[in-house]
Each structure stands twice: as C-alpha cells, then as structure tokens.
C-alpha cells in the first residue's frame, strides 16, 4: 500500500511552521519532517490593526517555500491554519485571499477556542503521563504570540479555560513602549501578568490547589527539552529551575545563552519574557512543577485529521470536556442544574428520535446539549431580557473546542427560546452565519423549544417520555398522574414552530401510571 503524507502548517504570530507526516493505517502517523520560519506578524497586527503589504508579502514567499516543499514530499492533503496575528488582523480576508491566489494554499482562521482545543487534544493524547498529572491539581498555560489560555482540571475534569491578552510578543511590545531595560522587565511583565491573574484567581482558584502546569510554548518547552537533554532527564521540571533560567537570561548574552542552550541567538529575548510570565503564574497559583511535552500546533492540526480519519484510537473523550466547560459556565452564572438536566434528557430525545428526518449530525447534538446546559444564563443579569443577555453571555465567553460559528449558533439557539423568532432575512445583516447555518440552528431551536414546552412548569412531572415519528406526527407519550393543564396549554405555540420546521405535529399524549399506594 502507497504510503501518504500530509501537512500541517500553523500560521502564527511570530512564526510559521509545518510538519510533513507520513499517514499509515496500521501505526497511525509518523513525523517526518519539521520546517519554521521566523515571520514577526504579531507586532504589526497587535499595534496597527493589520498586516502591511510587505508583510503580505513576505508570508505569501515562505508560504511558497512551503508548497515546493509539500510537492517534494508528495503530500496527498494538507491544513493551514491562522493563529492570532491573522485572526486579530482586520484585513485577514484579503490576505487569505492573497495566500490562495499566490501560493495555492488555502488558509483557515482557528478561534482562539479551536486553537486552543488543538492544542489541548495534542496533550491529551500523550497518554499516561498527561492522565496521571492532571489527577493532582492542573493547569494548561498555552502560549501565543497575542494570548495565554489558561485551563484549569479537577481531578479529570475540565472545569474551566480562560484566555488572558498576555502573549509573548504583546508583553514585549509593552516594554517597547514603556522603554524598559532588561532590568525591569521582571517587575514591569509581573506587574501586568498579576493584574490579568487576579480576577481569574477570583473566579477559579478560590477553592482550588494547583499542583502542576502544563506548558503549551515555543520557547520554554524547547529549553527545557533541550536541557534536560544534556542531563539525560526527562521533561518535568521545578519553580526553581524556573528561577535559575529566568537569572541567566537576565546576566548572560543572548550570543552565551543560544550556545549554552542550543537555541536560536533570536528566540532568547522572547524566552526571558515567557520564564517571568511563566514563573509568575507559579508564585500566584502556587504550582510546584512544569511538564512540557514539547507539542505544538501542528501536532494538534495532526491528531485532529487522523481522527476524522479514525486514523488513531482516541481514548480520551473530548466532548465530555467542552459539556464540561459548558457546565462550568452555567454554574458560573448560577444556572438551574435540575432544569438543565430535564431540557437535556427531553431535547436530545427528540434529536435522536428525528434522525431519519432533521439531516443534522453528531456534532449538531453536541451544540442542542450546551444549548440546554446554558439555556437560562442570561438570568444572572436579567429576568425581562433573558434571552438577549444569555446571547451576549455565550458569545462572549470561551467555551472550548467550538468555533466561533458554532458559540454563534448555540447562543441563538438559546436566544431565541426566550423571545419571537427573527427569519433569516431579518438577521442577515446582524449575523455571520450563512444559510446553511441558520437552518442548523432554527432546527436545534425547534428542539429546544419543543423541550421546554413540555417542561413549562419547571416541576420536572414526567416520569417517562417515548417520542415516536409516525407519519406527519411526532407522538408525545408522557408517564405521569400530575395535573399538566399548564403544558397543554402552552404546549401548543411551541408545537406550532415545529411544525413549521419539519412539517410534522407533535401530539402530547399522557399515560396515568398506577397509583403505587394503592396497591398496598
């Protein structure tokens, strides 16, 4: 069998680099090759709002390179995707356009979500080590060139991620700005890092140890592998070690320190700006030790095509970290739990009872169960306009692993629960979804609406629910002895909107159940 290859290219910041693997069957994917070029787009985009026509440019003539590469290696399919500097880009349509146009090669602009998803799925996936860690108080600091995202675990759980404006090139355009010495970039970067880190402590840490971080970088990552080395170690280290890297960047040359560490002469100022921040972060959540598995990007662009290739066996279960996250945010605005949990059971029972009629997929699931999870946020601000604060909620809030369309699509899944229907030809001009992705979302909306009519007192009076297509009806069996006037009643606007959805009536049945109590 003809060995395939594939290309994974990460367009980042401060950086570009792909990974060439081969694709097998039987042993999944094998590294073959690593290429990077430096490429400062951060700084252009994070101080003037676009990337420059040189700068164009110049991405367009490595991006090039890349493609002569692929050819070389006969690469059979390929991912490009853009980090920070092109997303936070306000020209990034045009230059993805450019980057077609000149190099052939089509580039895809990850959410910071998505981004950091990748990143997260990469760790994951190294197994043992990353399972036995996050047993213990643990954190995952990844670090761009724009951000830091921080994910906290309980135990196994992903409980929380929080993106901070504290990337390696911002804080060094900072002291730019500021006019700092060497000198004082410990202080003045540790000033900024607890500035952003207070609230989030606030929020997350107030209950919680943190044992451990899980290092996501370019820079300490690399230093830590390549001096552990020498010393014929393994890929954990110390606070301490920390302080001891973060002194001899300080006192040394960047000539003596890329000699002494194996590392680019250029990459030295950003590493001594990624130890402090990094170190900080130790000092204020109290982290005793670092594990840096030395994956990037690329891994994650990798694990996440071998997977939609069942390509590898996937063990870990990364839905139950983005429901995870999602529960995290529905507490955090003190959502109601038990309400959630009957929305949940009722509308992924009528999905899965329609999938020979709605046309959706399991990832469209996945989107109706966070839309029941954070159905009622907006409450937390206001009761009279719940569903235009739960939208804003949602659409402001990370919830790791969606892209930014499908956080827009649930956030007017759950808007629309609440208030009158917009068509499409009303929310065009308000809206990044197209068509197909509207029809996504009224379906689910349809579901959801459908859930909560039969839920409409809260009291949760159904023991059982059987849902069955029949014709153009959708037979509603309800088990219970309560009196559900209220459902009826109200169940029959929600109805309506289903019906003009899917063309099929749902009908609500009720079956009294034996009095228990009278048999004794």
Known sequence: ??????AAIDIGSYELSMKIFEVLKKNGMKQIDHIRHS??????TYTTGKLSFERVDELCMI???????MKTYQVTDYKAYGTSAIRESMNRAILTDQVRLRTGIRMDILSNSEQRFLDYKSIALQGQQFDEIIEKGTAIVDIGGGSIQISLFDKDTLVSTQNLKLGVLRLRESMNLLNASLSQYRTLIGEIVES?????????????AIENLIIVDDYISLLIRHYYRKEGKGDVTTREQIEEFMEKSRTKSTLELSRLWDMPEEDMPALYISLIMV?????DTGAKTIWAPGVTLCDGIAYEYAEKNQLLPVSHDFEKDIIACAKSISKRYQGSKKRSETLEQIALRIFDSMKGVHGLTKRDRLLLQIATILHDCGKYISMVELGECSYRIIMATEIIGLSHLEREIVANVVKYNHIPFD?????????????????????????LRLANGLDRSHKQKFKNIRILPKEEQL??????????????GLFGHRAEFFTEVFNIRPVIRQKRTLDTMSKT
């Open 1 to 6: 069998m003809a060995v395939k290859t594939f």
């Open 39 to 44: 490429i400062d787009m951060g700084t252009e």
């Open 63 to 69: 991006l090039h390179e890349f493609s002569d590469i």
């Open 196 to 208: 952003q880190l207070s609230v989030y402590k606030k929020l997350y840490l107030k209950d919680r």
């Open 279 to 283: 170190h900080r972060i130790m000092e």
């Open 423 to 447: 068509y499409y030809e009303q929310m065009e001009k308000t809206t990044s979804m197209d068509k197909e992705s509207y029809l996504r979302m009224t379906k689910l909306l349809a579901m």
């Open 475 to 488: 037979l509603i069996t309800v088990e219970t002895n309560e009196d559900i006037t209220l459902e009826r």
